[in-house]
Structures are given as C-alpha cells and as structure tokens.
C-alpha cells in the first residue's frame, strides 16, 4: 500500500438543491486545478495526482451528488448532467473560484463541459479523459441500458478494504488503476458500517447515471456544447477504449487537441506520474486568466 500524501481540508458545501457536496482542498498559493470524477468513483480518485501538485497548484477535487461524501438524492432529474454541472458552480462560487482550469474524466468531463455551457469564461482551459460526451444516435434504443445493468451486478459490501483491494486487483476496469489510485479509491470511495465495508456510491446511484447518459440530459447534452466551448481544451483517449473513433469526432467539434495515450477509458488514473505531467504541461502552463472572467451566472 501506498504512503499517504498530504492530508486535504474537507468541505462540505450545500448547493441550491439542498443537496451537500463533499470537496476535498489540497491547498496552496498556486493556480486552482478543479477535479471532477469518473462515474461511480470520487473526488479522492485524484489524491496522489493532488499529491504531486502541492507547491505548484491548488488542486481540489468535488464529489459530485450520490458518490463519496456528498448526499444522495432520490430525484432522479438531480442526475441530469447540468444538475450536477449547477452543483459544480456552487462549490465554485463558494470557493470563490472563476477563470480557472478543470481536469474531468468520464462523467466528470461531460459535466465540466456542461458547466462551460452555463457560465462561459468559469473555466480558463479543460483537460478531458473520454468525456461522456457522445452524439444521441450512439445510443441504442432497446432497454436495460447494458452499462446500468452491470453496475447493479456491482457487489455493495465487503468485510474490509484489503478485501475489495484483492478484487478489485484481479478484477478489469479496476485493475488498470495504478496501485495509488485504487488505494486513494478504497479511502475515500468506502464507508464503514456496522456490516463491513460500503460502497459509497450506491451501485444503484451508479446504474441511473448510466440510464441519464443515454437521455438528452447526458451525454447528448455535452455533446451538442462542444462545438460552442469558450476556453481551449485537450481531449485523452485510451489507445484501449471502448469507443476509438468518437473521441476524434470529440477533438474535431470541439476545436481541441487530442491525445491519444497508452490506457483504457480511466486513463487519467493508470499513471500518476504521466497525469501530472499532462496537467503541468496542459493546464498550468496556460496564460493567467483575467479576475473579470467567470461567474457570470
């Protein structure tokens, strides 16, 4: 197991829906790099890569709603990807954070997208991992959705975290983690209980994302906003993803750079080292935006 890096400060910070979120805060005199997290996952992911940043950045990393330490809502509509971007705001606007860059995986991407969408100029530049950004016609109109279907099949409990270590090790997608990501993961992904140990993203929370991602309020909704993003951004793929050619398709129509990196889809996740270095070279690299950009909401 890992050493642990730096403690971070954690937030809990309410949104307009009465929800709370929990965000993690490493800190810093260095330019804010906002995290944003994979489906099913947490704002923790990101702590070694968080790690390697401290004395250059101020990384923060939000647990969007139904995963890590924030609240679960049992609307379903507070799954719409631009719910979630709103939350994103929240936290922003409680931090006092505009003009600054974001790092997004996943769901994380398609949401910081979304937030692009609702306050043109929050955002100074965007580094997606295969965002879930797709055109509706990639979607399949049969139900179950496939990708909800095994989310559910997910095992909720376990007796200790070296437990879900071992599983998950053996076990893809999670196997492709570098061992500092998972180990981040079980830390800050888990709840103890009186039973063992839980998932803290329900896998039934996980399964209706999916289901939203395939509605106009998913992934087609990140989708029609690439071509109108107001910031530059860099798109990383997987060379092992699951969809090759929609990530060009992504790069094209949002006018951003595409990097095509050894991995699968939780690319940001497999190498710490070579993250922080796509962040360094990517993110903070960039002009400093103007104090007057951002929340304009």
């Known amino acids: 197991m890992t050493t642990d890096p730096a403690a971070p400060t954690v937030h809990r910070i309410p949104t307009r829906n009465g929800d709370e979120l929990r965000v993690l805060d490493w800190g810093g005199s260095g330019p804010p790099v906002v995290l944003l997290h994979p489906n099913g996952f947490c704002g923790g992911l990101y702590e070694p890569v968080a790690a390697t940043l401290l004395g250059t950045a101020r990384a923060v990393a939000i647990d969007l709603v139904g995963h890590g330490g924030s609240t679960t809502p049992t609307d379903p509509t507070r799954y719409r990807f631009a719910s979630m971007a709103n939350d994103v705001l929240d936290v922003l606007d409680h931090l006092d954070l505009c003009g600054i860059a974001g790092v997004g995986g996943s769901l994380g991407g398609a949401v910081a997208v979304l937030v692009d969408q609702l306050d043109q100029g929050r955002w100074s530049q965007l580094l997606l991992a295969e965002p879930v950004a797709f055109p509706p016609t990639l979607f399949r109109t049969t139900t179950p959705n496939p990708m909800a279907v095994a989310a559910r099949r997910r095992r909720r409990l376990f007796a200790t975290r070296a437990e879900m270590h071992d599983q998950y090790c053996d076990k893809a997608p999670l196997s492709q983690l570098s061992d500092d990501a998972l180990d981040a993961y079980l830390r800050w992904g888990t709840v103890d209980c009186g039973d063992g140990v839980h998932l803290a993203c ?30 530059p951004a860099v798109i990383v793929a997987g060379e092992d993803t699951f969809l090759p050619a929609i990530f060009d398709q992504q790069a094209e129509r ?4 595409l990097l095509t990196l050894p991995g699968g889809h939780f690319v940001l996740h497999e190498d710490t ?10 993110v903070l690299t960039q002009p400093a935006p103007s104090p007057a950009i951002g929340g304009s909401r």
């Open 202 to 231: 329900d896998p039934d929370t996980e399964a209706r994302i999916f289901e939203m991602s395939a509605t106009s309020y998913g992934a087609p909704a990140a989708w029609e906003h690439l071509e109108h993003l107001a910031c």
């Open 254 to 257: 949002a006018n951003a750079t």
């Open 273 to 282: 080292r070579r993250t922080e270095a796509l962040i360094r070279e990517h």
